[in-house]
């Protein structure tokens, strides 16, 4: 059986800000920063990564309390700023999501660097959780590379040796594309997230797409 992993932000949908914005209240709330620096980049990297960041830069001590701190008041706060920030889902998607509940031989997972609690209030609010079997998310990991071999490992778990023979990562980074490559997968890049098409070119996916709109073409990648 094949094993789809989808990324969420840039692949699946956008917020606008909501993680940034959530970000910044977090750091305001816990930490007392009228101003916190949150100017820093997200795509492609770990909730986990980010939060050593930010409090870095923000001459805080990257402690597992304070990271503890930080990711617990983010995730009460996200749920409030999406609803107010709201987004979009990218071009293509719910068709897409719809075919691949009819084909029996592919599993569909997500694959994030969101914390999983996060990834799923962003599935939930666009009403795409019923179409994945669970989220391998970016709680402990320190880039992409480690949730991904983490994640391989899970389904090795789950499904016994052979589940990671067939994996194919649908992302919308260079990231991605390394992360796939990483524990063997092949991998589809779109080019809704923002990353010019010749640097994913440069990574050798599978292959490159403008977004998920061609349905017959991204069908047939993802499940001949």
């Known amino acids: ?11 699946l949908l956008v917020t606008r800000s909501g993680g940034a914005t959530a970000l910044r209240h977090a750091m305001t ?14 795509g492609g990297r770990t909730d986990r990564s980010i939060l ?17 701190r930080l990711r617990d008041r983010y995730i009460q706060r996200f749920p409030e700023v999406l609803n107010q920030v709201g987004g979009q889902m990218m071009p293509g998607v719910m068709p897409l999501l719809e075919e691949l509940k009819g084909h029996a031989e592919v599993r569909s997972y997500v694959m994030t660097g969101n914390f999983q609690v996060t990834g799923q209030h962003k599935l939930d609010h666009f009403r795409l959780g019923g179409f994945f079997r669970g989220i391998f998310g970016g709680d402990q990991d320190s ?3 480690e949730l991904a071999r983490r994640t391989a490992d899970a389904l090795v778990q789950r499904y016994g040796p052979d589940a990671t023979a067939d994996v194919i990562v649908v992302g919308d980074t260079v990231a991605d594309i390394r992360c796939g490559h990483c524990i063997g997968a092949k991998v589809v890049a779109v080019c809704t997230g923002g990353q010019d098409r010749s640097l994913l070119e440069q990574e050798s996916p599978l292959a490159v797409a403008d977004d998920l709109t061609d ?10």
Do not use: C, V, W, Y
Not at 54 to 62: E, I, K, Q, V, Y
């Open 1 to 11: 059986m094949r094993t789809l992993l989808f990324d969420i932000d840039g692949t």
């Open 29 to 42: 709330d816990e930490f007392g920063l009228s101003d916190p620096h949150i100017d820093i980049q997200f």
């Open 52 to 68: 050593t960041e930010l409090l870095t830069s923000n001459g805080l001590p990257d402690t597992q309390a304070n990271r503890d």
């Open 143 to 145: 880039d992409r590379d």
């Open 215 to 224: 349905l017959p073409a991204i069908l047939k990648l993802l499940t001949s």
